[in-house]
């Protein structure tokens, strides 16, 4: 079984289009993540939501709006997609937040804006 | 200066042989810190957690030193599976936010 699962797996669609990228865990994990992994190859936070609440926001454009249904899911919606979107999205769980609990990432979408 | 540096690589190394590779952060409140091993085209996998006394899994040794804010990673004996890269994460003091380096890339040939 698949413990963190993304789905698409690939996503190719226009600028300007909208588009949804979901994570379900299944490790009953309370916190999950997401991350983008550019060109360069630098995984960078983007956020984080703890049983369902917002924790991490880091620096991104507000055309990005991550959702959390319940604690295991947590999907990550793009408007208005532009060229400089094209990346890998990981999405990644943990049990906690503190200590050092290891995150358990998904096989990751890959998105890219023509 | 980048919160997490390594050496991006690739180091070239033949089966068999030791390769270390290592990483600083700027951080100094930063608690915990791991290895993550990224394949090709795949998700990042942990590797294993870093322990301030050191800890060895198998073929592999984890070194931290706060004073000098860096980890190392000892690869003995290297397979051509162990073809990867490595990704040194820091998690800061709030426990919250992993960091990640920007990998350094490993090479095994037979």
């Known amino acids: 079984d698949t413990a963190v699962s993304q789905t698409p797996k690939y996503l190719v669609t226009q600028m300007g289009n909208d588009k949804s990228i979901k994570c379900e865990q299944n490790?009953?994990?309370?916190?999950m993540y997401w991350y983008k992994q550019d060109s360069k190859k630098f995984l960078k936070i983007m956020f984080s939501y703890n049983n369902k609440e917002l924790i991490i926001n880091e620096t991104v454009p507000n055309r990005f709006s991550p959702k959390s249904p319940d604690k295991a899911h947590l999907n990550l919606h793009i408007n208005s997609l532009e060229l400089g979107d094209s990346a890998v999205y990981f999405c990644a769980s943990s049990r906690g937040q503190g200590g050092g609990q290891p995150q358990h990432f998904g096989d990751g979408t890959r998105l890219s804006i023509l | 200066r980048k919160e997490v540096e390594q050496d991006p690589g690739p180091f070239n190394v033949p089966e068999g042989a030791t390769v270390a590779f290592n990483c600083t952060y700027s951080?100094?409140?930063?608690?915990?810190f791991f290895w993550y091993r990224q394949d090709c085209r795949k998700e990042p996998k942990l590797l294993m957690s870093v322990y301030s006394s050191g800890n060895e899994d198998g073929r592999f040794t984890a070194q931290l030193n706060r004073a000098s804010q860096y980890i190392s990673l000892l690869i003995r004996d290297s397979k051509l599976s162990d073809s990867a890269t490595y990704l040194c994460v820091v998690k800061d003091n709030a426990g919250n936010m992993l960091t990640f380096g920007g990998g350094t890339r490993l090479m095994v040939k037979p």
């Open positions: 490790l009953g994990h309370d916190t």
């Open positions: 951080n100094s409140a930063s608690q915990s």
